[in-house]
């Protein structure tokens, strides 16, 4: 609990986590706009998932600049001086980022359902405009591990960098293969309406499971070399 409320106060202080709450809503509004100026309702679910997709990486860079500020100013040598697990921080560092951002993407699927109608699916079913909703927050986490595992030894600005960059180098294939697999970015997929209807929970259950396994690996590097840092 108190490592939780200290995370929290350093993204506040370092003003990440307002960008976290507030980046996939900024994607939500840009996304109106375009669908209010071109009047293609294709043209708005498209936006809204190159949106949110951004929105997913910057929140992962801000989440790993954020861990390496916390190494950088001397917060994680001094917690850890007073007998703070060092898995425990860096877990601290995932687990509420994550939450913030399953917060905030869900607030903008709430938004986006209400000012684009039909735009997270092509189905009004309850149960898999929430699979989306978590399939579209789901990259952020194992982009954030990654942000993490930079961040033992890297200083804010290349962490940051590096995960913007790691995401596009992803990216390029999984835009080649587009829905002809299930991959970690399936639900950006589902939400520009590019998944037949009749799938939508499969492939979005599916993307979620592979960012989550994607993720755990990476935070357990990211422990690895955590823990055998010399702070």
């Known amino acids: 609990m108190i490592l939780t409320i200290h995370v929290a106060r350093q993204l506040w202080i370092q003003l990440r986590l307002l960008g976290i709450l507030a980046l996939p809503a900024i994607a939500t509004f840009v ?7 071109s009047g293609s309702r294709e043209a708005g679910r498209i936006a809204l998932a190159l949106g949110l997709a951004t929105a997913a990486v910057l929140s992962a860079a801000l989440v790993g600049g954020g861990f390496a500020e916390e190494i950088r100013s ?3 040598a001094w917690l850890v ?6 898995t425990a921080l860096i877990g601290a560092w995932f687990v509420l980022p994550a939450l913030a951002v399953l917060v905030a993407f869900v607030l903008a699927g709430i938004l986006a359902g209400l000012a684009l109608p039909l735009a997270l699916v092509q189905a009004p079913d309850p149960i898999a405009v929430a699979v989306t909703l978590v399939a579209v927050a789901a990259p952020a986490l194992p982009l954030s591990a990654a942000g993490l595992v930079i961040a033992v030894y890297a200083p804010v600005r290349v962490t940051m960098v590096a995960v913007i960059g790691l ?4 990216a390029l294939p999984l835009v080649l293969l587009g ?9 950006y997929w589902l939400v520009a309406g590019m998944v037949p209807a ?11 499971g592979l960012c989550m396994a994607v993720a755990g690996l990476l935070w357990g590097v990211a422990a690895l070399l955590f823990v055998r840092r010399d702070l």
């Open 74 to 76: 001397g917060a994680a």
């Open 31 to 37: 996304a109106v706009i375009v669908d209010g100026q």
């Open 179 to 187: 829905d002809a697999a299930v991959h970690a970015a399936s639900g």
């Open 81 to 86: 001086v007073r007998a703070v697990p060092r």
């Open 167 to 170: 995401a596009l180098i992803v």
């Open 198 to 208: 009749d799938r939508p929970i499969t492939v979005g259950l599916q993307a979620t």
